[in-house]
């Protein structure tokens, strides 16, 4: 086991690899670059029939360079430490810290490797190795790495990771009526690699950092239940917090559905206020007609004359009443009894 510490200051129980694993996926990999210099050669030798000899000089420099170098350091950046003969052997190069490698690194321990182990024929890189208790040799010395057994979880058994993230059923109800508004992504993030890589770190370690985790998200979330171990509280949170986010990006993709559905079929309407869309269309609507012209528009209108004003003094309305032609008899009111007519009253 190795004594690597990640930046959180947790020891990690890793399985370091040892000299004869290292060498065989070296020599491994010295195999396929043979086989990369052979092809190379091949191409080489078409192309400096029709170049210059500088030219064929300068490609095959090139050509050397890119496969002791270019070799080992792209592929241990593209797939997080690994050549073709660590695929092989389940070997993987992580830093001292436990992280990924990066370009850096690899680039050093390959740029390391064409002296201590082409140049010196692998004597400086096993001599090295002896002095160190992790077993690196010059290029791990000076890039910061550590070649270590690449675990792979058994077939049909899921990671004790994945196992440590799903919610503890006694919890489940109560963690669906959590808060989790105020719960910041650095603490949350930081519950959840602690709980894919518990099963990696020793148990006191394990313990403290759980319960360290835990006080910290209690700041934030509601307190557990009594006799809730720190791992399945923060278990419990994450797995909600999991399963919310989720939820809404689920929700979010509908309604993006919903809005391409209604702009397609209604695009008039696919921005309105209200609705679906992210701009408003205006409908144009035909403006009303107008009404039509009164029939005495056009020719003069009628005059109107006020009136008659009644003489100072009298307070009853003349009688317009047109006199009885002469020789006839004047007409009986029904109104009034004796057919004086009618008069207002006074």
Not at 11 to 29: F, H
Not at 272 to 297: E, F, H, K, L, M
Not at 301 to 321: F, I, K, S, W
Request: charged share 20%; aromatic share 6%.
């Amino acid at each position: 086991m190795s004594d690597l510490v990640i930046g959180e200051g947790v020891a990690l129980d890793l399985r370091l690899a040892k000299l004869p694993s290292r060498a065989l996926a070296r020599a491994l990999d010295v195999l396929v670059q043979v086989g990369l210099v052979g092809v190379l050669a091949m191409v080489l030798g078409l192309v400096a029939a029709e170049a210059d000899e500088a030219v064929a000089a300068g490609l095959a420099i090139v050509m050397m360079v890119a496969v002791l170098v270019g070799y080992p350091a792209l592929l241990e950046t593209t797939t997080r430490g690994r050549t073709l003969g660590k695929m092989a052997l389940g070997l993987r190069v992580v830093r001292a810290d436990g992280g990924p490698v990066k370009f850096r690194h690899a680039l050093v321990r390959a740029l390391a490797g064409v002296f201590d182990i082409y140049l010196t024929a692998g004597v400086l890189a096993v001599v090295t190795s002896f002095c160190s208790v992790q077993g690196r040799r010059t290029g791990d010395w000076l890039a910061g790495t550590v070649v270590v057994r690449d675990r792979a979880p058994d077939a049909g058994v899921a990671p004790a990771g994945m196992a440590a993230l799903a919610m503890p059923y006694p919890l489940l109800g109560w963690a669906q009526g959590l808060d989790l508004s105020a719960l910041p992504d650095d603490v949350a993030l930081g519950a959840r690699q602690y709980l894919t890589r518990m099963h990696e770190m020793r148990p006191d370690v394990a313990a403290r950092m759980g319960y360290e985790l835990a006080t910290e998200v209690v700041r934030y979330v509601a307190v557990p239940p009594a006799g809730t171990p720190p791992w399945a509280y923060l278990a419990a949170v994450t797995a909600e917090r999991r399963v919310r986010q989720m939820r809404a990006a689920e929700e979010e993709r509908r309604a993006a559905w919903q809005r391409a559905q209604a702009q397609a079929q209604y695009p008039a309407y696919a921005g309105a206020p209200g609705g679906v869309g992210n701009a408003y269309t205006p409908v144009t609507r035909p403006a009303p007609a107008a009404p039509p012209a009164p029939a005495w528009q056009g020719s003069a209108e009628p005059e109107l004359r006020p009136l008659p004003v009644p003489p100072a003094g009298q307070g009853q309305v003349p009688d317009r009443t047109p006199a009885p032609e002469t020789g006839s008899a004047a007409p009986e009111s029904i109104d009034a009894p004796g057919g004086e007519g009618f008069k207002p009253p006074q």
